[in-house]
C-alpha cells in the first residue's frame, strides 16, 4: 500500500460545508498554442489552497455537445471531500478552443498513442494553468478519466515531471472500427498496439484504480484485464475493479445514477492512500435502529448518492423525503422540504444534508414507521 502524506482539508469539515462553483474558459499554452478549455470548477467555500482533482469525460461523436457541467456531481464529491475539482473540456470539445485531436492511425497502420498524448497534452496544460491559482495546493493533483480521458490521465501520470499523485481510470481505453460487444476481429492490430502504449505508462508507478462495469460493451472484462496486466509489467500498480452490470450501457459509470456504484470504491481507494475521502457514513450508525430493514437500505441509497443532497421528515406522520445530485446544498435543503410538505401535508425538518445529521435527527426515533421516499435528480 502506497500512503502519500498530505495536510489538507479535513474530509468531515468539507463535507458538512458548502462549496462554490465556477464555469469558465481556462487559459492553456499546448504546444506553443495558446488555447482556452472549458473548465468547470467545485471547491470548498471557505478560504484556503485546496489539492486538485483534474477530471475529464471520454470522446463524444459530436464534440461540441460535451459539457463541462455533465460531471458536475463528480465534482462535487470531490469538492466535498476537500479537493478543487476541476472538470476539463477537450481542445474543439463544447466551448473550448483548438480542434479537435482525433487521429489514431488505422486498423492496419495503428497509432493510438499520438491519440492519447495528444489528449494528455490537453490534461497537461490545463494542470499547469489551474497550478497557477490562489486557490490551489501545487504540490498534490490526482486525476478521474473516463474512457479515453482514463487513457489519457494514465499517460499524464507517466510523464517524467510526475504531475499526478495517483489515477482513477473509469471504463478507460480506445476503440478503432468497433460495434458495443463486439471489437472488429480485424482490427487485432489496433487492440496489442493500444496494450504495448499501456504498458509503457505503467512507469508511473503511482496508486491507481480501475473500474469497469462488467457489461462495459466495449472494454469488457478479458480486455481490461489484459490492459492492467500490461501496465503492471510496465512497473505501474492497478487496483482493478469489476462492478456489477450497470443499466443497459456499462461504460456509462460516469453518470450520477452509477454512484452507488462507483463512490464507495473510490473512497476506498483514497483512504487507503491517505487522500481526502467523503465522511464515513458510520455518523448515521444511531440512525439505522430508527429504521425498518427495507428503509436501512433506502438510507444507503441516500448516502450512495451524489452530494447536494438532503433528507427531511414531516413534524408528524410516516415518512421521509431526500433529493440529491442538486447544484448547492442551498437547493438540495429547498427540495427536500418541498417534496416532504407536499407529500405529507405537513410541517417539515431537515434530518440530513449530504452526509451530516441536524440536530432534528432525533425526531426519527419517535416514529413507528419510517418508509422514505426519494426524489431522482433531474
Not at 454512484?259 to 475521502?277: E, S, V, Y
Request: charged residues 20%; hydrophobic residues 45%; aromatic residues 8%.
Amino acid at each position: 500500500m502506497v500512503v502519500i502524506g498530505l495536510a489538507a482539508v479535513s474530509p468531515a469539515l468539507a463535507d458538512a460545508a458548502d462549496v462554490v462553483e465556477q464555469h469558465l474558459l481556462l487559459p492553456v499554452s499546448i504546444d506553443g498554442h495558446d488555447e482556452q478549455l472549458e473548465a468547470l470548477i467545485v471547491r470548498p467555500a471557505a478560504e484556503g489552497r485546496y489539492p486538485v482533482a483534474l477530471i475529464v469525460n471520454g470522446a463524444f461523436r459530436h464534440p461540441r455537445e460535451s459539457q463541462a457541467a455533465g460531471l458536475a456531481h463528480l465534482a462535487h464529491d470531490f469538492a466535498h471531500r476537500g479537493w478543487l475539482a476541476a472538470v476539463v473540456v477537450w481542445r474543439g470539445y463544447g466551448t473550448s478552443t483548438g480542434t479537435v485531436q482525433d487521429d489514431a492511425g488505422t486498423c492496419a497502420a495503428p497509432d493510438p498513442g499520438r491519440y492519447i498524448d495528444a489528449h494528455a497534452a490537453d490534461l497537461a496544460a490545463a494542470l499547469v494553468s489551474l497550478r497557477t491559482r490562489p486557490d490551489v495546493e501545487p504540490a498534490v493533483a490526482i486525476g478521474l478519466g473516463i474512457s479515453v480521458g482514463g487513457m489519457s490521465m494514465l499517460d499524464l501520470a507517466a510523464r517524467s515531471d510526475h504531475p499526478l499523485a495517483a489515477v482513477i481510470n473509469m471504463s478507460g481505453g480506445l476503440w478503432h472500427n468497433a460495434k458495443p460487444f463486439a471489437p472488429d476481429p480485424t482490427c487485432g492490430p489496433f487492440e496489442d498496439e493500444l496494450v504495448r502504449k499501456v504498458g509503457a505508462m505503467g512507469r508511473a508507478a503511482v496508486p491507481t484504480l480501475w473500474l469497469y462495469a462488467l457489461n462495459d460493451p466495449w472494454f469488457q472484462p478479458e480486455f481490461a484485464r489484459r490492459m492492467s496486466a500490461a501496465y503492471r509489467q510496465g512497473g505501474g500498480t492497478v487496483d482493478l475493479r469489476f462492478l456489477p452490470p450497470f443499466e443497459a450501457d456499462g461504460h456509462t459509470l460516469y453518470r450520477w445514477e452509477a454512484n452507488a456504484l462507483t463512490q464507495p470504491n473510490i473512497d476506498d481507494f483514497l483512504r487507503a492512500h491517505g487522500l481526502p475521502a467523503l465522511v464515513d457514513d458510520r455518523v448515521f450508525a444511531p440512525v439505522r435502529p430508527t429504521l425498518a430493514l427495507d428503509d436501512q437500505h433506502l438510507l444507503d441509497h441516500y448516502l450512495r448518492m451524489p452530494t447536494e443532497k438532503a433528507l427531511a421528515v414531516p413534524a408528524s406522520g410516516p415518512g421521509a423525503y431526500y433529493v440529491y445530485a442538486e447544484r448547492s446544498m442551498e437547493a438540495a435543503r429547498r427540495r427536500a422540504l418541498e417534496r416532504c410538505r407536499a407529500i405529507s401535508r405537513s410541517t417539515c425538518d431537515l434530518v440530513a444534508e449530504n452526509t451530516t445529521l441536524t440536530g432534528k435527527w432525533r425526531s426519527l426515533a419517535t416514529r413507528d414507521a419510517l418508509t422514505i421516499e426519494r426524489s431522482p435528480a433531474k
